[in-house]
């Protein structure tokens, strides 16, 4: 019997109703009647583990087996090398890997079987027949869409395409998709899906390493539950600048990233991804929050978090190369605004009669790091007055960093640089006026500050 001794409290899980696994999995499970998996229970050794993975092989339904996922779990190991990003780490992590699944990590272990016409006809999630996974799915790719805010016609590089939902609604909205996997059922899947729908989307069968010598560019990198998937994810952050045009940005959707892991990046230990790892072989990692920004900044990368009411294990990371990174938000785009002046179009005019907060925005979530923000005025327009710039976070309940100024001073930019230890949900900056004061704000910049 083997043991796996460890002592510490594991990261709760995240579902991820996007994934390929569990969906495929449930639907092609049959009929059987389970033990009582009502208890939550820690797993210590693989006969144990086979033992649960037995009980939700035998769920009857997709609902059946999701709740039998939520059952068991293994404690992370202890001794884990202090430095995540070094090698020793790494290796520990692919150790533990080859422990549970039995066998050394190789690419073709994420090998995905199902019959290519059957989701063709009817594709997850709704082969489920799952009212909470297609609910859920249907959820997450409108945020995620939603999120990413593209211009018309941008060109999309998705990479892990799987079952094609995010790629077909890409395509419906008239982007030009490009859809890498390495699965070449998946691949098979997403053209016949686009065929089908007449849609601009060119298939590639291919791992994450294409992008090292791709000689097209992109208005937008994409992963959806799949970036948790890379076994070099330093390697595969840094490679993503070389594909991406100038204003481009990279988005993380739905990816297990999470505050309360409790190691900074590693095999996830919950029922749903020991199933994963130990009866199919994928690789399920999961990134603490602080790492995963950790490791965009290192890698040349600004990022900024959408985070969903509900699911609440819905976020979308969105990077911009950090060199140039600076997000721009205006009154026009509905981000920006102000109790004491006059917002007209994009910008904001300072009304001279009245005092108050004449601006305050754009309410968005920034992890830990280093940042400036500027309020950038019409360069034409007279500024005069006594002002109060601050950042604040919790819808103003926390206040991160201050100036007073003369608005009539210096160039007609007004710059506050901040930096927080945590994230910073519901950021905003401020500008308190004074009587007399007369400015027009024509838009609010964040940037990283190195």
């Known amino acids: 019997m083997i043991s796996f001794p460890w002592p510490r409290r594991a990261a709760s899980s995240r579902r991820d109703p996007a994934g390929a696994g569990a969906g495929a999995a449930a639907a092609a499970v049959p009929s059987a009647t389970c033990s009582d998996a009502s208890r939550i229970g820690v797993v210590r050794t693989l006969e144990e583990l086979d033992e649960k993975i037995r009980e939700c ?139 089908h729908d007449g849609l601009p989307v060119t298939v590639v069968n291919d791992d994450f390493a294409w992008v090292e010598s791709a000689d097209q560019s992109f208005d937008a990198v994409l992963f959806t539950s799949s970036f948790h998937h890379a076994a070099d994810h330093l390697r595969l952050l840094r490679s993503l600048h070389r594909v991406l045009r100038p204003g481009g940005r990279v988005f993380f959707g739905s990816e297990p990233i999470n505050v309360d892991l409790p190691y900074p990046w590693g095999l996830r230990l919950d029922g749903q991804s020991l199933w994963s790892i130990r009866k199919h072989g994928w690789l399920e990692l999961g990134f603490n929050e602080r790492y995963f920004a950790e490791a965009l900044r290192r890698t040349g990368w600004f990022a900024r978090k959408h985070v969903a009411a509900d699911p609440a294990w819905l976020t979308v990371w969105e990077a911009h190369p950090r060199a140039t990174a600076a997000l721009r938000f205006t009154a ?119």
């Open 57 to 195: 092989d035998c769920a009857a339904s997709d609902g059946a087996l999701r709740q039998c996922f939520g059952t068991f779990r293994m404690e992370p190991p202890s001794g884990m090398p202090d430095d995540p990003f070094s090698e020793e780490y790494r290796q520990l992590q692919f150790d533990l890997y080859h422990r549970i699944a039995g066998k050394r990590y190789e690419l073709a272990n994420e090998a995905t079987v199902f019959d290519v016409a059957a989701a063709t006809r009817r594709p997850f999630p709704f082969s489920t027949g799952s009212a909470g996974t297609v609910g859920e799915s249907l959820i997450s790719t409108g945020f995620i869409v939603r999120s990413m805010n593209l211009d018309a016609g941008s060109r999309v590089l998705e990479l892990g395409s799987g079952w094609g939902t995010m790629t077909m609604a890409l395509g419906l909205l008239g982007h030009s998709v490009t859809a890498l996997d390495v699965e070449p059922r998946f691949c098979e899947l997403v053209r016949r899906r686009a065929a």
């Open 332 to 450: 026009g785009d509905g981000t920006l605004h102000t109790a004491a002046g006059v917002a007209d179009g994009g910008s904001i005019a300072l009304d001279p009669a009245r005092a108050g907060i004449a601006l305050f925005g754009p309410y968005i979530t920034l992890p830990a790091d280093r940042y400036i923000a500027r309020i950038l005025f019409r360069a034409a327009a007279a500024r005069r007055g006594q002002a109060l710039m601050d950042v604040a976070a919790d819808s103003g309940r926390r206040r991160i960093a201050t100036r007073a100024f003369d608005l009539a001073e210096g160039p007609p930019i007004a710059e506050l640089p901040f930096q927080s230890d945590d994230e910073l949900r519901l950021l905003e900056v401020r500008l308190f006026c004074s009587e007399g004061c007369s400015a027009i704000i024509e838009a609010v910049e964040i940037a990283p500050a190195e």
